[in-house]
């Protein structure tokens, strides 16, 4: 039992055997006006708490609701957390494409280069063979 419950009870106990001696003492009118006064007084504690009580139940129901839009809000994190490591995969990915596309194209102008250096080198010995007089024939 706790302290509240044994005050209250101590109360009402004392408050009944102040209504039954009332009646016979002198200031039994004064005693029972003290007794209505403490009854009234109850009733506002007992109003008061009842009204704490709701306040404390509205908070708690507000305190589960937002504890589950918190543990949604984290799932959504996650996933969110999860999509962004794939999108920066494929934008390393896609970043150097272009970079090894560039390497390869280099390496193809290089070769092209090199082709029409070799090219230019048999159109040059094909055009001195040409040139060189030929012996005449008898």
Not at 75 to 93: D, F, I, T, Y
């Amino acid at each position: 039992m706790g302290v509240a419950e044994k005050g209250g009870n101590a109360l009402r106990k004392l408050k009944s055997a102040a209504q039954k001696r009332a009646s016979s003492l002198p200031a039994g009118n004064l005693i029972n006006a003290v007794v209505d006064q403490v009854n009234q007084f109850e009733t506002g504690i007992k109003q008061t708490v009842d009204g704490v009580q709701d306040k404390v139940k509205g908070l708690q129901a507000n305190l589960l609701k937002m504890y589950q839009a918190n543990k949604e809000l984290e799932q959504e994190n996650r996933e969110m957390s999860k999509a962004m490591v794939g999108l920066e995969k494929e934008n390393a990915h896609l970043t150097m494409k272009p970079d090894r596309t560039q390497m390869e194209l280099d390496v193809m102008k290089a070769k092209l280069e090199n082709i029409g250096k070799l090219v230019s080198g048999y159109e040059e010995s094909i055009a001195a063979v040409t040139r060189s007089p030929k012996p005449k024939r008898k």
